[in-house]
């Protein structure tokens, strides 16, 4: 298994650009999650799904979207890049088993920075 | 509303110099308290998770245990690789798997 996947690694973008963050996972998770991490804060939820066709809002939406069209994949949509958005980006998943183990399984991250 | 404090921000051990780092909660209903590592550049590892006080788990030099207000991870004789940045987070009973993390304690062992 390859684990959670997420592409790319690193992008630059321009104030005012778009762009789609992928995370694959292989698990056959029902549940994933996007979190930012900006230097010294911990991970601030943007979106998190709970099965394919529905997501909800997380503490940090603003500026971004999310779709889960299927279960492997949770792509984040940055319709109108503002140096805001400036952060690593991580996808997790989980397979969230009753009474047993939630522990969530992490991506890689993508370094983003909008200039 | 669901808070995750860890105190210190940073620690520099010498090789075989125990100590502990401190995980402060406060959570509607704790599902889990969830600790994690990361190392620069990559996205966080899991470690543990405990679901009530009083629980214990240890992993090699690492012992996690748990209060029903906080969370400690005991770092005993740490090792140059045990380096790196450690993160609490809770879940609450109605979160849907949602996380709520701390900020993290970056973890230096210098030999």
């Known amino acids: 298994n390859a684990g959670v996947t997420q592409t790319p690694k690193f992008r630059i973008l321009k104030i005012g650009q778009s762009m789609t963050l992928q995370c694959t996972q292989d698990m056959n998770h029902n549940y994933m999650y996007w979190y930012r991490q900006d230097p010294g804060m911990g991970l601030k939820l943007i979106y998190y799904s709970v099965g394919a066709g529905i997501t909800d809002k997380g503490e940090v939406p603003n500026g971004y979207n999310v779709s889960r069209s299927t279960t492997e994949d949770f792509p984040l949509r940055l319709e109108l890049a503002a140096p805001s958005q400036t952060s690593v980006y991580f996808c997790?998943?989980?397979?969230?088993?009753?009474?047993?183990?939630?522990?969530?399984?992490f991506g890689p991250g993508t370094r983003l920075t909008v200039l | 509303e669901d808070q995750v404090t860890q105190s210190p921000e940073a620690l520099r051990l010498q090789e075989g110099e125990s100590s502990s780092l401190n995980c402060s909660y406060t959570?509607?209903?704790?599902?889990?308290l969830f600790w994690y590592r990361q190392d620069p550049g990559k996205g966080p590892g899991f470690l543990f998770t405990?679901?009530?006080a009083g629980e214990e788990k240890e992993k090699e030099r690492l012992k996690a245990t748990l209060t029903k207000k906080e969370s400690f991870l005991h770092i005993t004789a740490p090792k140059p690789e045990d380096s790196a940045t450690y993160l609490c987070a809770v879940q609450a009973t109605d979160s849907w798997g949602k996380l709520q993390f701390g900020a993290g304690t970056q973890v230096v062992v210098t030999p």
């Open positions: 405990l679901y009530s």
């Open positions: 959570v509607s209903g704790l599902r889990g």
């Open positions: 997790a998943s989980s397979p969230i088993e009753r009474g047993g183990n939630n522990e969530q399984f």
